[in-house]
């Protein structure tokens, strides 16, 4: 745009990194333009990026090599951003963190407080970039990611012999079970997967039978996985069947997503458009109009960007991943509001309670961009009833019972603002549901949910439309 920052052909080698040219080797000499590190920052979070660019501030950049496993989420990216510290020549305090301070010399980036790890990250290279301005600023690729546990990627004393790598993304999943079990497996899973895509037609009203036969699918490719590992001393590590299930479940679900929630959505069509005309009565929603106190009432478009992932995401596991991200990012913009605010006088800490966080969190839901918004409903309901290896128990799940009670709090507020012309102007393709019959959002089938957000809440979808008790001949394989 016109009022973005320059970063096409305007950055140059730094002395550091001429200097270790002589000793660099195929890593270090990596694009930054393909590292997911320095992408997902400027894509997911493009205000944090525009302040390092505008601030000049210092920016690490771990390599690609030591990314899987690490989650990219704001905490993980403002743990990466410095600035210069007034006190100590060579040494760089976090614009976010006061606590954390690194320091830069011999080639190294060495943390000096603040940090649970402290190993020290290698400096591969770096580069200048510019911003609008002409003023440049840092951007240093270093081996690992900071503050985070790297023996999975570069092993070393504490490091275990046979253990499952962090993975949260699909392709993460994928990549840990093409490693660790046999090509036959492998091949027995994907022919299995393969074999319901092409047999297995998801009937409209019938979903809950659709679900048996994931779920069998899943069990039945989980114990493909674990009884075809390559090494049998992983499978003597705790939940090892856990860990093979989990990985199993994601790269089957990821599979199978456009197929099954395409089937799902044509049962949530009534909900959809109903949660997508009440967005768009509200598009201009604020905290104070959600009955936000002032000193919370923070920005959130950062939320809905990040929010926008459990929308993006294909598999229920990282829709839940990517709410929890979202949580964390309200909690985080939250606590930033109040220090801007209130200063010194910011006790730290914050206590916040349901009444702030809901509100703020249906505020960042209907700020999402609108193609994003269209089915949002059979969005929780296929996380919701797709979840087969997440305990009850999980935090994971209280992640998603928090969106469910945004809906719920929108519905319940202002769903009596939707224009009926709205609702009327889709109402000829609400066919998904059997015998002609719709759920609708504002008296939806409810569940009760056990989740800290106060016994008025429930789930606002049920867990599948109301059907007939036999079996579509049309489903069968």
């Not at 609108?370 to 059979?378: D, G, N, V, W």
Request: aromatic letters at 8%; one cysteine or more; charged letters at 15%.
């Amino acid at each position: 745009g016109c009022c973005g920052f320059l970063t096409f052909s305007l950055l140059a080698r730094s002395p550091l990194r001429q200097q270790q040219e002589t000793m660099a080797t195929a890593e270090a000499d990596q694009d930054l333009d393909e590292n997911a590190f320095f992408i997902a920052l400027k894509q997911k979070f493009p205000k944090l990026y525009k302040r390092v660019q505008s601030q000049c501030l210092l920016l690490f950049v771990p390599q690609q090599r030591a990314l899987p496993g690490a989650t990219l989420n704001m905490n993980l990216f403002l743990k990466h951003i410095y600035q210069p510290s007034p006190f100590f020549q060579g040494q760089f305090e976090s614009l976010y963190e006061p606590n954390l301070l690194v320091s830069i010399g011999e080639g190294v980036v060495t943390p000096e407080s603040g940090f649970c790890y402290t190993d020290t990250a290698r400096i591969l290279f770096e580069e200048l970039f510019y911003n609008a301005a002409y003023k440049s600023f840092r951007v240093i690729c270093i081996d690992r990611v900071l503050d985070a546990d790297m023996s999975h990627i570069f092993g070393g004393q504490h490091a275990l012999a046979h253990e499952f790598p962090p993975r949260s993304t699909p392709i993460e999943h994928q990549a840990f079970l093409q490693s660790a079990i046999t090509l036959d497996g492998w091949d027995r899973i994907t022919v299995a997967v393969q074999a319901f895509l092409d047999g297995y037609v998801v009937v409209p009203g019938y979903f809950d039978h659709a679900r048996e036969r994931l779920k069998e699918l899943c069990t039945t490719c989980s114990q493909v996985s674990y009884d075809c590992a390559k090494d049998q001393a992983l499978k003597q590590q705790p939940r090892a069947l856990q860990h093979f299930t989990e990985s199993t479940e994601s790269v089957v679900m990821s599979m199978t997503f456009s197929k099954v929630f395409q089937g799902l959505c044509a049962d949530y069509s009534e909900q959809n458009r109903r949660f997508q005309a009440l967005c768009r009565v509200k598009r201009g929603l604020t905290a104070a109009e959600a009955g936000v106190e002032a000193e919370y009432a923070c920005s959130v478009d950062n939320v809905s960007d990040v929010l926008a992932g459990f929308v993006q995401a294909t598999t229920p596991l990282s829709k839940l991943h990517a709410l929890r991200d979202a949580s964390q990012a309200l909690t985080e913009a939250i606590d930033a509001h109040v220090q801007l605010t209130q200063g010194a006088n910011h006790p730290g800490g914050l206590a916040l309670t349901t009444d702030t966080l809901l509100p703020l969190f249906a505020v960042a839901l209907v700020h999402m961009l609108p193609r994003h918004l269209t089915c949002i409903p059979a969005h929780i309901a296929y996380t919701e009833q797709l979840a087969f290896s997440v305990d009850g128990s999980s935090d994971l799940l209280h992640k998603l019972v928090t969106l469910q009670a945004a809906v719920r709090f929108l519905e319940d507020t202002w769903g009596a603002d939707i224009p009926a012309g709205d609702l009327a102007s889709g109402s000829a393709s609400g066919t998904g549901s059997a015998a002609g019959s719709t759920v609708n959002l504002s008296h939806p089938q409810s569940i009760p949910i056990s989740s800290g957000l106060g016994s008025g809440y429930t789930s606002p979808l049920a867990r599948s439309p109301p059907h007939p008790t036999s079996t579509p001949a049309a489903a069968a394989a």
